[in-house]
DNA sequence: TCAAAAGTGTTCGTCCTACACCCATGA
DNA sequence: TCATGGGTGTAGGACGAACACTTTTGA
């Protein structure tokens, strides 16, 4: 590659950044979108995102793109994860397009607004997340699988917390990405037996849900990898 | 993204593919590498790739590149798997570059030949994979882990190994990749016991080694994920 | 008859699953 | 005192690790 300053270097090539950002809202799972104010596709919804800049690299332009058109700028707790490059031929209709995809997750989730090119942007629950622009259904997917797998031998559900969370809302956090129940005795001991999961806040204690006992307090902790892995339940398991 | 015919898409961005290509020789994982004949880093060894065309995907590219670059070209069972897109400025001394890559497996191995834009292709074994031109050190270690870790959850294993093939050579493949080494008898009782991982060829049976009991032969069965996982031993799984 | 490689059996511990049960709080 | 959510205990089963053992081949 690179051999030389030949005609292939200078193929009108765009490159550009799409988020999937992810939150959780009231038990559901929501993505960020933001309405077109340009052409094409011009007030249909889509995956903020936008041109790198001479200078950046796609991790950087992502986090600029995302604060230029939805707002959200010096997010704490953001983990952004490049998911993959979308480089078909035709995806754009105008140009070539290559597009470097990161899947997002945030955990509280500030109001967005529209900025730069997007006329709006909006909370969304991601199953009520229409047609989108370009392939940006297929983008939404892809992140979407990519975070459940994740979830399954990483700590990347913390990502979806806030700074101090309970058991119980990380047991949520899983539930929903999952869509399905897990056994809460069962999800407690495994999570604490994986070292640097989570890890207790001394004192503290709060109470979730208006009633019942207060639960403790836990902070993410410094292990990315969960050894052993946190599968999810029935898919093609045992049913041979 | 994509609001409108600025500047920004026009600016002078090069897409570029990397492929790490990896085989089994003699037991010993070897990577598939380039000489480079061109400024810059002419005369170094690096993964082979090249620019995209204006009507071509990443993995069509991928495809070309690997064909022009190393004679590799129409290789049956060749495993194609995005693997990242590097992006950071500067990768490239000359201009901005950004780079799609791919780690490619490859059963048996057969040998390339320099071609196009590079001086000479060849198989070097990994840990003799020197310093490589660009990041392609990076990529290549990237390439290494990835393939590693999907080992443990997918049926990948089965694109280092020729279209029939035994247990025993199968669980090399693991030994070799992992750096472990594997109890046969519970290796094989793993493998068996999920459905559409390897299936048997009836009449089938091959001397392996020269010595011992000729083994059953088996094919690459149709599933793609592994449930449960095929966890590799140690890491810092018990030693809390 | 020995070495080498494939294949089978068995034991033992660990982890996962499932539930039953107790605790603390607000209404 | 009841509903609600947090937290603990435990019996049973499935799975994995370790290793002994048998089988089949070439030398």
Redesign the interface.
Known sequence: ??????K???????????LAVLTLREGALHVLLVE???E?YRGHW??????????????TAARR?LAEETGLADVSGLHLE?L??Y???GR?P???????AFAALLPDAPEPHGG??AAEARWVPYDKAGPLA?DHDRILADAHERVGAKFE?TCLATAFCPPEFTLGELQQVYETVWGTALDRPNFRRKVLAT?GFVEAVPGAARLTGGRGKPAAVYRAGTAT?L???L?RPS???RP?
């Open positions: 590659m690179l051999q030389g300053y030949d292939y270097a200078h193929e009108p090539f765009a490159v550009t950044v799409d077109r104010g340009q094409p889509a995956l903020p995102g936008g041109f790198l800049h001479p200078d950046e690299s796609a991790e793109e490049q993959r490059t480089s078909e031929p754009d105008r140009m070539r397009v290559v597009s470097v730069g090119d370009f031998y070292p990898a050894h052993p892995p599968l898919r093609e398991g041979a």
